[in-house]
């Protein structure tokens, strides 16, 4: 069944509201793409737990460290999960759970591998905290980046198309 299919088969309840359909569900990990990438975070761990604990004599701010710097890169570290419905799109990674209603996209900007759903018709200094960010699963699996333009275009087509 295609996305578009997926909309279309989106009920109407008795009350009149449309129930949500998952259209895509998908999981992309940064780390497995760049096993390089997973070595420096280990390296940079070690590092700063080395500093807290024996320049510092601190195990309490080793851990400290530690916690920060494996908080900062938990969008590499852990993977995030995707999933585009009819009503939003989300984005899960560990704890941290983002989303956005189709109604609110003013634009989608596509950057290299992924694409952004803005909450702004143009550019802004604020897009890097405002929106969501979906990065593409590897070609001819869920997720790939055709496909993400294709299910944006259908869901929010008031929105503008960038790149």
């Known amino acids: 069944m295609s996305s578009t299919d997926r909309i279309e088969a989106a009920a109407v309840t008795a009350s009149g509201s449309h129930d949500e359909v998952v259209l895509l569900d998908y999981t992309v990990h940064l780390m497995r793409r760049r096993p390089a990438g997973a070595l420096l975070v280990a390296i940079a761990v070690l590092a700063v737990a080395c500093v807290g604990q024996f320049l510092l004599r601190s195990t ?3 851990l400290v460290g530690v916690a920060v710097l494996l908080g900062s890169t938990a969008e590499f570290v852990l993977p995030i999960r995707y999933t ?5 799109a989300t984005a899960a990674c560990g704890p941290t759970r983002l989303a956005i209603e189709w109604s609110r996209v003013r ?4 950057a ?3 694409i952004h759903l803005s909450p702004f018709a143009a550019p802004n200094r ?4 405002r929106g969501i960010t979906l990065r593409s699963a590897r070609d001819g699996q869920p997720g790939e980046l055709e496909q993400l ?7 929010a087509p ?3 198309i960038d790149g």
């Open 60 to 62: 309490l701010l080793a």
């Open 107 to 110: 634009r989608v900007a596509r």
């Open 158 to 160: 008031e929105a503008r």
């Open 149 to 155: 333009l294709r299910i944006a275009r259908e869901c």
């Open 84 to 88: 585009l419905t009819t009503e939003k």
């Open 126 to 129: 604020l897009d890097a905290f």
């Open 112 to 114: 290299g591998g992924a």
